[in-house]
């Protein structure tokens, strides 16, 4: 009885970790007029669009940061990919749904890519959100 009890088990947890997906990965060019960062929390790239820390925020905290990443994707705007996705909408008073933008971005591996003296930098990063 224990071994089936432990075959059982042993194929459940096979089977679980096979299931997990690979994330895809995004990279969207810093712009700074766009992203907004403090110098008291540097780890913290706001977004222009976003709600207000009263109603709550969404956020990218820094993960690390990479000089030489090889890679051949293209990068997209932070900017127009927000104002193009089911997030936002120009009409309401708040036009970013923060919390529902950070929930779906959690399935993302993201990355700002940072161009200084024509050298990229890379900063992975994790959608977040908070109220305070």
Partial sequence: MKTLIFLLLA???????AQEMVKDTLFFSYDS?????HKEI????????????????FYF???????NYKTKAKEISLKEYIR???????????KLKDYDLSTYLKK?????VKTEDGKKS???????????
């Fill in 61 to 67: 905290i820094g993960v690390q940061k990479i000089n």
């Fill in 33 to 37: 007029e766009y992203i907004i960062n």
């Fill in 84 to 94: 193009s996705s089911k997030f936002y909408d120009e009409k309401r008073w708040l």
């Fill in 122 to 132: 890379y900063i992975q990063v994790e959608s977040s959100f908070e109220i305070e």
């Fill in 11 to 17: 194929t459940f947890l096979t089977s679980a970790k």
């Fill in 42 to 57: 540097p780890n913290h790239f706001y977004i222009e669009d976003g709600s207000g820390i009263n109603v709550g925020d």
């Fill in 108 to 112: 993302y591996v993201i990355f700002l």
